[in-house]
C-alpha cells in the first residue's frame, strides 16, 4: 500500500514511517521540518501541509492513505500559529485527501484531550468527549482538530477515517510531552496527589498506528499498552527527584531551577488520572503491547543517560 506520513519531522510520525516501510507498505514523507537521515527509500517532501505545494504532493503521490501526524503543543508555537498549524493542517490533510482519491485518513492524537479533572471516571472510552480545555485552554486547537477528523466519519462516508488517541510515550527517542517531564533529575508534584500516569513504548505507539493503517479501523479509538503507574513511582524508577510542591508555588516555578517548562493548565494533569480503555482498539486490530512497564523505563533511562 501507498502511504503518505504528514509530520514526519517529529520522532514518533519518522518511527511510524519505518514501521509501515518495514512492513512491506511504499511509505512518502511530508513536512516543513526536514528529516535529514530518512532511509533512501522513504521520500520525504519538505513542505507545509497548508500550502499549495502539499496539495501538489497528493495529486502526484496519489496515496491510498495517510496518517497524519503534523500537529505541534504548546510548547513548541504560539497560540494563533498552533491553531494554525493544528486545526488548519488536519482541514487541509482532509480536503486533500478527498480530492485526490486517497481511500483511508489516520489522524493520530492523544488522550489526554480527555481532560484531567477531580470528577472525572477512572477510565475513559471513547464515548466520552474530549473535554480538555476547560482548565488546559493551550489544548483548545488539539481538541478542534481531533473533534474535526471526527465529524468526517458521517461528513465523507466514502473515505476511511480513523482517529487515534494515544497514551504518553516514551522511548530511546528521548522526544514527547512525558519524556520531556521526566528528563531532568527533579520531577516536579503537586503536594498531595500522586496521578495515575498512563504510557506505551514509542515503537509500540509506531506498531499501532501501522496496524491502524492495515486494518483500515473505521472510528474512534483509544491506543494503550500497560497498566498506568503512579507518578512518584515512575519517578523513582528512573532515579529521579520527586519535588512535591503547594501548587500556587508550583505555577511559579515551571521553567525554573531544574525544572520542567509547562503550561499552566498542564498542572491539572498532575492532580488527577486521564487513563483509557484501550480495548476497542485492541478487538479492531489485535494489537498487543510488546513491551511491559519496567522495559520501557529501562529503555527510557538508559537514553536519557548516554
Known amino acids: 500500500m501507498k502511504v503518505l ?3 514526519t519531522g517529529g520522532a514518533l510520525a519518522r518511527l511510524t514511517a519505518l514501521a509501515l516501510r518495514d512492513r512491506g507498505h ?20 519538505q513542505v507545509d501541509i497548508r500550502k499549495r505545494a502539499a496539495e501538489d504532493v ?23 500559529e498552533r491553531a494554525r498549524i493544528n486545526l488548519g493542517g488536519t482541514q487541509a490533510v ?3 485527501s478527498q480530492a485526490h482519491g486517497v481511500k483511508h485518513v489516520v489522524v493520530v492524537g492523544r488522550h489526554t484531550f480527555y481532560g484531567a479533572s ?13 473535554s480538555g480545555i476547560g482548565n488546559f485552554p493551550e489544548l483548545a486547537d488539539l481538541v478542534a482538530a481531533d473533534l474535526h477528523a471526527a465529524t ?6 466514502e473515505l476511511t477515517t480513523t482517529v487515534l488517541r494515544v497514551v504518553y510515550t516514551l522511548g530511546p527517542s528521548l522526544s514527547g510531552t512525558l519524556s520531556g517531564f521526566l528528563k531532568g533529575r527533579r520531577v516536579p508534584m503537586v503536594l498531595g496527589f500522586d496521578p495515575l500516569f498512563q504510557f506505551l513504548d514509542e515503537r509500540d505507539a509506531a506498531a499501532a498506528v501501522a496496524l491502524a493503517v492495515e486494518k483500515r479501523a473505521r472510528g474512534i479509538f483509544n491506543v494503550a499498552g500497560p497498566s498506568p503507574m503512579p507518578l512518584s513511582t515512575i519517578a523513582h524508577a528512573l ?4 519535588v512535591p510542591v503547594p501548587e500556587p508555588v508550583l505555577a511559579r516555578l515551571l521553567g525554573r531551577f531544574g525544572l520542567p ?8 494533569h498532575l492532580k488527577y488520572p486521564i487513563v483509557v480503555d484501550g480495548g476497542a482498539f485492541a478487538r479492531e486490530t489485535g494489537f498487543v503491547a510488546s513491551r511491559d512497564e519496567a522495559h520501557i523505563l529501562s529503555s527510557f533511562g538508559d537514553a536519557a543517560r548516554l
Request: hydrophobic share 45%; glycine share 8%; net charge positive.
Open 5 to 7: 506520513v504528514v509530520g
Open 26 to 45: 511504499a511509505v512518502i514523507g511530508l513536512d516543513r521540518r526536514p528529516w535529514p537521515d530518512a532511509p533512501a527509500d522513504v521520500p520525504v517532501h
Open 58 to 80: 497528493f495529486r502526484r503521490v496519489k496515496p491510498e492513505a495517510v496518517v497524519h501526524m503534523a500537529t505541534v503543543n504548546a510548547l513548541s508555537a504560539g497560540g494563533e
Open 94 to 96: 482532509f480536503s486533500h
Open 118 to 130: 477531580a470528577d472525572a471516571p477512572l477510565y475513559r472510552t471513547e464515548a466520552d468527549p474530549p
Open 152 to 157: 468526517m466519519l458521517w461528513r465523507a462516508p
Open 239 to 242: 532515579g529521579r527527584t520527586v
Open 261 to 268: 517548562a509547562l503550561p499552566r493548565g498542564a498542572l491539572q
